[in-house]
C-alpha cells in the first residue's frame, strides 16, 4: 500500500469512528465517492475495529498472551537438572518448585550424606555481582544467627555456569498450601505467629530486616510443626541500589511515585504503607507484613483486596481492615488488639520491635492454652456428670475455633460477652473437681496418655533419637526408641521432648560430685540456639536436645544423668542458670551458691517421682505427675 | 552519586546521549536495560494467580526507578527509557516465541490465522510472531503508529504515557491506537490490503 493511499484511509476511518455507528456507512460512501476501492478498504478497516473490539484483540498486554510460552520455557530450562544428575557435591533427588527467584530442588549433599534443598538462582540474577554480594551477606547473617525458625543456609555456590544456594531440608508445606488446604485453628494461627515473629525479633536484632514476610515465605514442618522463615535477604535482590542516594531522599522518592503510580515490586498484598510508597522501611514493615499475614490466618482472607496493586496500595495506605469482629469471626479482644497495633499506618503507631509483638503472643498464646485446658478438663467432668454443657461450648467457641467470614449466628459477637461468666464456672467447676481428677491420673499411669489432665498436673513425654556410627561416618538412619537403653559407644544419641500442656521446660545435666558432696551442672535446655532462648514451651510444641547436635558418648562406661523439670510456672532458679547458657561457659552453672539452689531445688521436688508409661507403638514414654513441677532424672547408661 | 560501580549514573547518562541523537549509546544500554527486563519479566510470569499481578507498566517503572540516577530524573530520560524498555520487551517476547515455535515443529512457525488462533489458544506465541511482522509492515506505512502500538502492547503503557513519551494529545494517541489495532486485527485475519 503506498503511502498517500495509507493516509486517505486513516484520514476518514478516523472521522467515521467519531461518529454514530450507523451513520458512518453514510459517511464513508460520501466521502469516498466514486472511488469504490477506498470505500471497501475504509469499512473494512471500521469492521475490523468492531471485531477486534469484541474479541477483546490486544486488550491484554503482549507478556500476558506469552505468559504459558515463559512459562514453559522455564520448564524446559528446569529439565537440565535432572534427577541424579550431579551439581558440585550435590546429587539431584528431585524438584520441589519454584520459590522467590530461582528453582528449588531436593538433593542429597554426597560430602555430608544430608538431603538438602538446592536452589538455582537464574544467571542473570547471580550475574549482578553487587546485588548479589549484598544478598549473600544477609542472607548467611540471618542463617549464622542459629534461630531455630530461620531456614539455615549450608552454602553459596558455583558449578560451570550454575549458581546455587544449599540449605536445610524443611520436609512440609508452605503457609499458602496450608491455607488452599484448610483454615487454620486459632491456636495455631498464634503458634505461627508467634514463631515467625521470634524469627523477625532474632533477625531483627542482627539489623536485618526481611522486607518480604508472605506466606510463600513461611514454611511449615510436617512432623513437628516447627515455621521456618525462608528468603531472608533475598528482598536484596529486587530493591534500588542501596547507594542511590535517592533511597533516604523522601522528597525525591514521593515525588516520583507521584508522577509514576505503582513504582514498587513484590507482593503488593503484604507490604506496609511505607514500602508501598517506594519509602525507606525498616524493621517495623516485617511487624506489618505478619499482621497481615496472621490476618490471613484468622480471616481466610487479606484485609486490604483492592483488585489493581493501584486500588490495593490506596486501601493499604488509607483504609481501615475490618475487624473480625465486624465480620462475625470470633477471636479473643486481645488478637483484635494485636492486629490492629500491628497493622497501624504509622510506622510509630506500630509495634516498635518484634520482642514487644512475640510478648503479647506469647502471653495470647498462654492464656488460650489454659483457656482449653480447663476447658477439655471440665468438659470431660461435665460430659460424665451432667451433658456437654453450655458454658463449656461458649469457651470452646472462643477459645479454639474461629468461624468463616459468614460466621453463623450463634456466634455472633454477644456471646462473647458471656464468656468471663462462663471461664469463672468453669474455673470453679475445675478446682472442685481437681481432687478427683488426681487420683485418675495416678490410676491410668500405666496406660499411656491419660485423656484428663488437670491444669496443675504436668505430663511430659519423651523419646530418644539414635544414630549409629561406624567408621566415624554415620550408619544408616537415625531411629526412634521409647526410651532410654544401654547405648553402646560410638553412638550419638538426641532427646525429644513434647508435652498436650504448655509450660516451662528446663533440662540439666548432672556432672560429678564434688568433695563436699554438690554437684556440678550443665545447662541443656533451654539454649540459645533453641526455641529462642526461651524455657517456655507450646501446648504440643516439640524440642529436641541437644537443639543443634548430639549426645555423643566416649569410650570409658558410664551414665549421664539428665534432669528433666517441666513446670506450669517458670521456675526461679533455673531461670538464673540460664545465663550460663552459651558458648564462653559450655552451659556449665559456674556459680556455686546458685548450684547448691538448684541442687536443693532438684531434691526437694524430685519426690515423689513421676508415673512412667512406655509406649513401643507410639515409641515414646510418657511421664505424669500430680504436682505443678514435673521433676526426673533421665539416666543415659552407655558400654 | 558517588557509587564507583555507579550503573543508575551510567544509564542515565547513556539515555541522555542517546536523547542527544548518540546512536551508540542505545547498542550499550540495550544489554543492561535487557538483563533487568528479562528478570522481571521471569519474576512476573512467576506471580502466582491469586497475588495481585503488577501492570506491565508497573514493572517498567520499578525497573526505571532501580536502573537510573533517581536524582536526575527527566521528563525526557522517562520518556527514552519507556521508548527503550518497549522495543526490548518486544524483542524478549518475540525471541521467547520464536524459540518455542522451533521447538514445538522443529522449525520455522506455521501461519495461523485468528480463527486458527482461537482454536489453538494456548498457543500465544504463534499469533505473536505473526502481530511482529504485522507490526513491521505498519511500521514502513506509519511509523508513530506503529510505536503506539510497540508502546502499548509491548510495554504495557497506557494511553496518558504514550502521550507524554511521544509529546502528542492523549486523544491522538487513542485514534491511532484504534486505527493500528484495527488494521492488524484485518492483516492477521488473513485479509491483505
Known sequence: MQPERWRQISGIFKSALALEPEERGAFVAAQCGPDEALRRDVERLISSYSQADQDNFMDEPAVAAVAPLLNSDDDISKDRLASGQQVSHYRILRKLGAGGMGEVYLAEDTQLDRTVALKILPADVAADKRRMQRFKQEAKLASSLNQPNILTIFEFGEAGSLHFIASEYVDGATLRDQLRLKPIKLAEVIEIGTQVVAALDAAHEAKIVHRDIKPENIMLRRRDGVVKVLDFGLAKLSEPPASAGGHSDTEANTELLRTTPGTVMGTVSYMSPEQAQGLRVDERTDLWSTGIVIYEMVAGRLPFAGTTSSHLIVEILEKEPALFGETGIVVPPELERIVAKSLAKNPDERYQTAKDLLIDLRNLKRRIDLDAEIKRSVSTHLGTATTDGPAARDLDTAATQHSTPNGSADRGPTRSKLLPIAALLVVLIAALLALTSWSRIRRGAGSPAPAVIVPSARQLSYWMTVQKYRAGRPFAAPFRLAGEINFEPNYQVKLNITSPQAGYLYILNEGPRDAAGSSSFVVLFPSPTANDGLAYLGENQRVEIPPQSWFQFDAEEGTEKLWLVFSAEAVAELEQVKQFANPKDRGQVKDAELQMRVQDFLLAHAKPAPALSRDDELKQTTLSSPNAVLVYSLKLEHH | ?193
Open chain 2, 1 to 193: 552519586m558517588t557509587d564507583p560501580a555507579g550503573a543508575p549514573h551510567e544509564i542515565t547518562q547513556l539515555l541522555a546521549e542517546w536523547g542527544n541523537g548518540n546512536q551508540t549509546a542505545l547498542d550499550k544500554l540495550y544489554p543492561l536495560v535487557y538483563a533487568e527486563l528479562h528478570r522481571m519479566a521471569r519474576h512476573y510470569m512467576k506471580r502466582e494467580r491469586q497475588d495481585h499481578t503488577l501492570q506491565t507498566t508497573a514493572l517498567i517503572n520499578e525497573a526505571y526507578v532501580r536502573m537510573v540516577d533517581q536524582k536526575n530524573v527527566h521528563w525526557a530520560n522517562r520518556a527514552h527509557f519507556f521508548a527503550i524498555s518497549a522495543q526490548i520487551m518486544r524483542r524478549i517476547l518475540i525471541d521467547h516465541a520464536r524459540r518455542n515455535a522451533y521447538a514445538k515443529r522443529g522449525g520455522a512457525a506455521q501461519q495461523v490465522s485468528l480463527d486458527e488462533a482461537a482454536v489453538v489458544a494456548e498457543d500465544g506465541g504463534s499469533l505473536l510472531l505473526l502481530l511482529d511482522e504485522a507490526l513491521q509492515r505498519l511500521a514502513k506505512l506509519d511509523p508513530r503508529r506503529s510505536q503506539i502500538v510497540e508502546l502499548r502492547y509491548f510495554g504495557g503503557l497506557n494511553n496518558q504515557e504514550i502521550s507524554g513519551v511521544l509529546k502528542v494529545s492523549e486523544n491522538t494517541v487513542t485514534r491511532d491506537w484504534n486505527m493500528a489495532r484495527a488494521w492488524l486485527y484485518q492483516e492477521l485475519s488473513g485479509g491483505a490490503a
